[in-house]
Nanobody, 116 residues
């Protein structure tokens, strides 16, 4: 079992920045950020797999968002810069345990609202 608690959401103007945090109850290799925007399907924004070489970013956030983690704190971050109104949505932290599974643990979400 993994409990995930997100924080850091808020309301910003276009071009602003936010940093989301997700504290996990235990260390998990494979974690990701998803978002659910109004009128759209939930999408995987970014993911990271320690011990593996890859990070993933959806095309629309490449160059603007950075996913990272502090293993000592069991914390996942999403640094979001140059925010756009289309980044508005509920952001969820997710974990896959084991990594071979699809994401099977989810946080409660944190709202990000970007105004133009």
């Amino acid at each position: 079992q993994v409990q995930l608690v997100e924080s850091g959401g808020g309301s910003v103007q276009s071009g602003g920045s936010l940093r989301l945090s997700c504290v996990a109850s235990r260390f998990t290799y494979c974690m990701a950020w998803f978002r659910h925007s109004p009128g759209k399907e939930r999408e995987e924004v970014a993911s990271i797999r320690i011990g593996y070489t890859s990070t993933y970013y959806t095309d629309s956030v490449k160059g603007r968002f950075t996913i990272s983690r502090d293993n000592a704190k069991n914390t996942l971050y999403l640094q979001m810069n140059s925010l756009k109104p289309e980044d508005t949505g509920m952001y969820y932290c997710a974990a896959a345990l084991p990594c071979t599974r699809s994401y099977n643990y989810w946080g409660q979400g944190t709202q990000v609202t970007v105004s133009s």
